[in-house]
C-alpha cells in the first residue's frame, strides 16, 4: 500500500473541492482523508495500490471545474497518516483545521 499527503494551493475552497476529491478517491477504491485549511488550502492523504494513488495525486493538479491549483506540495506519508480518520471506511471529508 502506498499513502501520499498533499497540500493543494490556488482557488482551492469554495468551489467543491473536497467533495470532488472525496468522489474521486472513493471510485478509486482509496483510503484516506481530506479537509480544508484555514490558510486556505485543501489538505489530503490518499491510501492504496501505487497506480491509483498516483493517479489521483495527479488528478488533484487539475481539480473539479470552477477551481485553479497553483501548487501541491506532495510526499510520501506513513499509514500513521490515516489516523484522522480511524474507526471509519473508506475515505471521509474532516472539519476545517
Known amino acids: 500500500m502506498k499513502v501520499v499527503h498533499l497540500?493543494?494551493?490556488g482557488r482551492v475552497q469554495g468551489v467543491g473541492y473536497r467533495a470532488w476529491c472525496a468522489r474521486e478517491a472513493e471510485?478509486?477504491?482509496l483510503a484516506g482523508w481530506v479537509r480544508n485549511r484555514r490558510?486556505?488550502?485543501v489538505e489530503a492523504v490518499f491510501a492504496g495500490s501505487a497506480r491509483d494513488v498516483d493517479a489521483m495525486a495527479q488528478m488533484c493538479r487539475q481539480?473539479?471545474?470552477g477551481s485553479?491549483?497553483?501548487d501541491i506540495v506532495c510526499h510520501e506519508a506513513s499509514e500513521t497518516a490515516l489516523a484522522a480518520c480511524r474507526g471509519t471506511q473508506g475515505f471521509v471529508v474532516l472539519e476545517t483545521l
Open 7 to 9: 497540500t493543494v494551493k
Open 27 to 29: 471510485a478509486r477504491g
Open 39 to 41: 490558510t486556505g488550502a
Open 63 to 65: 481539480g473539479p471545474p
Open 68 to 70: 485553479r491549483v497553483d
